[in-house]
């Protein structure tokens, strides 16, 4: 699988930054306006609608339209993983339906004295990757992929930083 990853360092404290990611609103306030997301359904472990906590078992449907260009793709996301440590916290999202044949999100944070550094990575597999013959193409398209990746997460973490700051 490609992978991309960025790491940026916040100057707030871990607990700030983990409760904003761990809220649907510091999905929605992280993305990019550029992407028109929008928050179609998300449901908790135990089918609870609007969880105030992303947790372990939390699915959540939503839809993107970059640049208000073509139809809206439908992405539906379940956290695998959530952990939260002494000076450290992560959570795995992954996608089970959507525009990718695979995509695995880790957001990762530590604790840097009052600062938290923030660390997303994503591995994924683009479309028809596994299907005979388009490997290759795939292989050609992975880094135009990542220019994609670069402006949307660069693009995140800076409104991170504006939120938390």
């Given at each position: 699988?490609?992978?991309?990853e960025?790491?940026?360092?916040?100057?707030?404290?871990?607990?700030?930054?983990?409760?904003?990611?761990?809220?649907?609103?510091?999905?929605?306030?992280?993305?990019?306006?550029?992407?028109?997301?929008?928050?179609?359904?998300?449901?908790?472990?135990?089918?609870?609608?609007?969880?105030?906590?992303?947790?372990?078992g939390?699915?959540?449907?939503?839809?993107?339209?970059?640049?208000?260009?073509?139809?809206?793709?439908?992405?539906?996301?379940?956290?695998?993983?959530?952990?939260?440590?002494?000076?450290?916290?992560?959570?795995?999202?992954?996608?089970?339906?959507?525009?990718?044949?695979?995509?695995?999100?880790?957001?990762?944070?530590?604790?840097?004295?009052?600062?938290?550094?923030?660390?997303?990575?994503?591995?994924?597999?683009?479309?028809?990757?596994?299907?005979?013959?388009?490997?290759?193409?795939?292989?050609?398209?992975?880094?135009?992929?990542?220019?994609?990746?670069?402006a949307?997460?660069?693009?995140?973490?800076?409104?991170?930083?504006?939120?938390?700051?």
């Amino acid at each position: 699988m490609a992978t991309y990853e960025r790491r940026t360092t916040i100057d707030a404290p871990l607990a700030d930054v983990w409760a904003f990611h761990s809220r649907v609103e510091g999905l929605e306030a992280a993305t990019p306006d550029w992407m028109n997301l929008r928050v179609e359904v998300i449901l908790g472990p135990d089918g609870e609608r609007d969880p105030e906590i992303l947790e372990t078992g939390t699915e959540l449907a939503l839809s993107i339209r970059p640049f208000g260009v073509g139809p809206r793709q439908h992405w539906t996301s379940l956290i695998t993983d959530r952990e939260r440590g002494d000076g450290s916290a992560s959570f795995r999202d992954e996608m089970i339906r959507g525009p990718f044949d695979r995509w695995e999100h880790t957001h990762s944070f530590f604790a840097d004295g009052e600062r938290t550094v923030l660390r997303d990575r994503v591995a994924y597999e683009l479309p028809g990757s596994n299907v005979a013959g388009v490997g290759r193409l795939t292989d050609v398209a992975t880094p135009f992929s990542t220019v994609g990746f670069e402006a949307m997460f660069r693009k995140r973490h800076r409104l991170t930083k504006a939120r938390l700051e």
